[in-house]
């Protein structure tokens, strides 16, 4: 599919982030001057601080795609060592099999054996994953503002996608039929459509705080469930499976809508993810989104090494004008925090892309930049 399927919601602010679509692919070129209380559970309060690649690289390997037949995607994550998976109820509604992606590419069966018509939350059993080792979950305390917080899951499609940012806010709730969402934790990690039912995960031990479910329509704040709130509840499911799935209400009546992403909105978001990529230091993935012309000429080991200088990258602004349904460019500023004869300083740069498909794949087909303005080194 070249176009997602977003839920968007006319009856409130907040939005449902579950979507639907294959993942896509980024080519990008940049110049050489852009390559150059208690905490949480009581168990975390001795536990030794891992390294943010560590808690990364452990985490996707127990986050997967969700697909139903009716082209619903979102994400989940493995929770115990019997094969059950997490993830939001509005995913896997209305069906009893689903189509599981791992993140080494294995295309899996799942059977929905809990879901809620009280809160958002649903058990998937995948038996193929039975035995392995799950992510560890926070069982008492809950997170405080500012705690730092990693999102793992499939934005748009995009599988295994890692975003950064804080608990910005406790106790938030709202309403999306046929949910009351309460008690909610707001992020500031960026979400999407097709992270409903990824973990939101602790940057300091690498324990699941909570369920990514919904986010504000046009803006970076995020929403997401207590998993203290919902653990009882998936246990008993994994426990003693339902025999007879609910019928959920998520149709047009109740205010929930299928609308197509744009062309537009991809682009966007994908010249974000490629420097989300960079500055979590996932060079691997971030060159896997690279389009075919890109790596014919530059090997791996070359785009890792023109990178390894560049501390931090932050989009300031950017503009996208579309060129009929399949084409688009993008403009950005970023500010780039990169190391130059051995110091480092902050530098401005105007980037420019052209976007457009190679084999069903969106890609940055063309890039170019320039240096707007150099401060002064910093020591």
């Known amino acids: 599919m070249r176009k997602a399927t977003w839920i968007s919601i006319l009856a409130s602010a907040a939005v449902l982030l579950a979507g639907s679509g294959a993942a896509y ?8 001057q852009l390559t150059g209380g208690p905490l949480l559970a009581d168990t975390q309060r001795g536990s030794a601080p891992k390294s943010l690649k560590d808690i990364i690289y452990e985490t996707q390997k127990l986050v997967v795609m969700i697909e139903t037949k009716d082209g619903t995607q979102g994400s989940g994550f493995l929770y115990n060592n019997q094969g059950d998976l997490i993830t939001n109820a509005h995913v896997v509604s209305g069906v009893k099999k689903v189509i599981i992606k791992t993140a080494d590419a294995r295309e899996l069966e799942g059977e929905v054996i809990g879901i809620s018509t009280d809160i958002d939350v649903a058990v998937v059993r995948v038996p193929d994953l039975a035995g392995m080792e799950p992510l560890q979950m926070v069982r008492s305390e809950k997170a405080e ?27 938030r709730s709202f309403e999306i039929e046929p949910y009351t969402y309460k008690d909610l934790y707001q992020i500031s990690a960026p979400i999407a459509p097709g992270n409903s039912g990824g973990p939101l995960v602790s940057k300091r031990t690498g324990e699941v705080l909570g369920i990514n479910s919904a ?12 998993i203290v709130n919902v653990l009882e509840l998936a246990e008993a499911w994994s426990a003693e499976p339902m025999t ?27 010249v974000t993810h490629f420097y989300d990529s960079l500055n979590n230091a996932d060079y691997v993935y971030a060159y896997s989104l690279l389009g075919g012309n890109w ?12 990178y390894m200088g560049t501390r931090n990258v932050v989009i300031d602004d950017m503009h ?14 970023l500010s780039v925090d990169e190391r130059v004869d051995g110091e480092y300083k902050l530098s401005k740069y105007q980037v420019t892309y052209e976007v457009g498909y190679e084999n069903d794949q969106l890609k940055l087909i063309i890039g170019k930049g320039k240096a707007i303005l150099q401060d002064k080194k910093r020591t």
């Open 25 to 32: 692919a980024v080519h990008t070129e940049v110049p050489k």
């Open 145 to 171: 503002v500012g705690d730092e917080v990693i999102a793992v899951g499939s934005p748009l499609g995009f599988q295994n996608t890692v975003t950064t940012g804080i608990i910005s806010g406790l106790g």
């Open 215 to 226: 986010g504000i329509e046009e803006s970076s704040i995020g929403f997401s469930i207590p």
């Open 244 to 270: 007879s799935l609910p019928e959920l209400a998520f149709t047009d009546d109740n205010g929930v809508v299928q609308q197509d992403a744009s062309i537009s909105e991809y682009a966007g978001y994908l």
């Open 295 to 306: 790596k014919l000429g530059t090997s791996y080991e070359e785009f890792r090494e023109g």
């Open 320 to 333: 996208v004008t579309t060129k009929g349904d399949d084409e688009a460019t993008v403009a950005a500023v």
